[in-house]
């Protein structure tokens, strides 16, 4: 089946430092591709959709200048989150969305700043 | 009113038991449904993902679309412990890429 490969899964960084996740689809082209947050117990919240050469589209109350989207080629997506506090602390997760194909999630990076 | 309604639980049963989860939701434009399975720290993995109304089968698992009552299901048969996961229904509208999350249900399947 489709996968998704999400890196890295966990990482723990200083206060205001910058983080970069990648979101690779490994055998489909992404036209789309999702960040979400998780927090504990909760569902998943959408931070921005992501198009292929494209300026991302973020959700109502995300700071895009915070979390940087670049959706570089069909199959690369990365998050970077950008002088990252503990607040930033998160379980984020993407997915990605080809034509004909449902959405497919990474394994989430577990986010800790300390 | 939420969009898509789902009962958190926790939902615990024993081993063996056949599991019935379910979403309500509000919007008749959706026309695509999905229940993801989500283990702990993990990201969701697709389980079922039909169109429109009907039953979809898939080994111990089988979903159910009513449109009519703007109701979805998951079943699960001969329920293991290893199906312990948070399970998530989904939607969205045709021609949409979003999707509409429920709040998860925790599932437990006691030895």
């Known amino acids: 089946g489709a996968v998704v490969s999400q890196h890295p899964s966990w990482v723990i960084c200083k206060s205001g430092t910058s983080v970069k996740i990648e979101c690779r689809s490994l055998?489909?082209?992404?036209?789309?591709m999702f960040w979400y947050r998780q927090f504990p117990k909760q569902s998943l919240m959408l931070m921005a959709t992501?198009?292929?050469?494209?300026?991302?589209?973020?959700e109502q109350g995300v700071e895009k200048d915070k979390f940087l989207i670049n959706h570089a080629s069909l199959t690369l997506s990365t998050l970077t989150v950008t002088s990252a506090h503990p607040e930033d602390s998160s379980f984020y997760i993407c997915s990605a969305f080809g034509s004909n194909q449902p959405q497919h999630f990474g394994d989430g990076t577990r986010l800790s700043i300390l | 009113q939420k969009e898509v309604e789902q009962d958190p639980g926790p939902l615990s049963v024993p081993e063996g038991a056949i599991v019935s989860l379910n979403c309500t939701y509000s919007?008749?434009?959706?026309?695509?449904f999905m229940w993801y399975r989500q283990y702990s720290r993990k990201g969701p993995e697709l389980l079922m993902y039909?169109?429109?109304?009907g039953n979809k089968e898939d080994g111990r698992f089988t979903a159910q679309v009513d449109k009519s009552s703007k109701y979805i299901s998951l079943f699960i048969r001969d329920s293991q412990p290893s199906d312990s996961a948070t399970y998530l229904c989904a939607m969205r509208k045709q021609g949409a890429q979003k999707l509409v999350f429920g709040q998860g249900t925790r599932l437990t399947i006691n030895p």
């Open positions: 919007n008749s434009a959706f026309q695509y």
């Open positions: 992501s198009n292929e050469g494209s300026k991302a589209t973020y």
């Open positions: 055998d489909f082209q992404a036209t789309t």
């Open positions: 039909t169109y429109s109304s």
